[in-house]
Antibody
Framework: EVQLVESGGGLVKPGGSLRLSCAAS????????MNWVRQGPGEGLEWVSS????????YYADSLKGRFITSRDNAKNSLYLQMNNLRVEDTAIYYC???????????????WGQGALVTVSS | IQMTQSPSSLSASVGDTVTITCRAS??????LAWYQQKPGKVPKLLIY???TLQSGVPSRFSGSGSGTDFTLTISGLQPEDFATYYC??????????FGGGTKVEIK
């Protein structure tokens, strides 16, 4: 069974940092592009970042560049999102999501974690 | 690329056929997905590549379109289909974008 479990969310002050983790199981993690998607309170979905299977390429939403860093450790079946210089508008549930097909990124998301809540407030 | 969904909400009855529209601000070929999200739950992939039904999704869901205009149709709405639906384009990478969502409510 495919499972994605996020951790590391919490309350942080504006300008602070937080690191989210996503632990994957039940599939060949190292073969899949992985993604982060967020959802603000009562809002829609927003793509945050993607990382290819071997970490050769990482991609970010333009609004986040330079503040967020996505990485992965295939030996640990884990995905990470380092969030720096956080702003109030970054408050959201952050989901990790698996790409639909192994070996090639198609950027459709078939499995999602339950999400990690990040609250940025003074 | 901006994705505009319409309507933003609708009311329908069980058994109705419902159509949701998603329009891209520029052509995206058929690189479009539809997701369903129920309150407090994670999104669920329904359709990808505009018209391909994801494994395990009931056949009452269908998708069509190419270029800039796309539709999600639910034929014979069921009680479990009341949810919010999002489109997502995967053509303009790395700038994936979602539509604003369409909430399907019980009439």
């Amino acid at each position: 069974e495919v499972q994605l479990v996020e951790s590391g969310g919490g309350l942080v002050k504006p300008g602070g940092s937080l690191r989210l983790s996503c632990a994957a199981s039940g599939f060949a993690f190292s073969s899949y592009t992985m993604n982060w998607v967020r959802q603000g309170p009562g809002e829609g979905l927003e793509w945050v970042s993607s990382i290819t299977s071997g970490s050769s390429y990482t991609y970010y939403a333009d609004s986040l560049k330079g503040r967020f860093i996505t990485s992965r450790d295939n030996a640990k079946n884990s995905l990470y999102l380092q969030m720096n210089n956080l702003r109030v508008e970054d408050t959201a549930i952050y989901y990790c999501a698996r790409d639909l097909f192994a070996a090639r990124g198609v950027f459709y998301f078939d499995y999602w974690g339950q999400g990690a809540l990040v609250t940025v407030s003074s | 690329i901006q994705m505009t969904q319409s309507p933003s909400s609708l009311s329908a009855s069980v058994g109705d056929t419902v159509t949701i529209t998603c329009r891209a601000s520029q052509g995206i070929n058929n690189y479009l997905a539809w997701y369903q999200q129920k309150p407090g739950k994670v999104p669920k992939l329904l359709i990808y590549a505009a018209s391909t039904l994801q494994s395990g999704v009931p056949s009452r869901f269908s998708g069509s379109g190419s270029g800039t205009d796309f539709t999600l149709t639910i034929s014979g709405l069921q009680p479990e289909d009341f949810a919010t639906y999002y489109c997502q384009q995967a053509n303009s990478f790395p700038a994936l974008t979602f539509g604003g969502g369409t909430k399907v409510e019980i009439k």
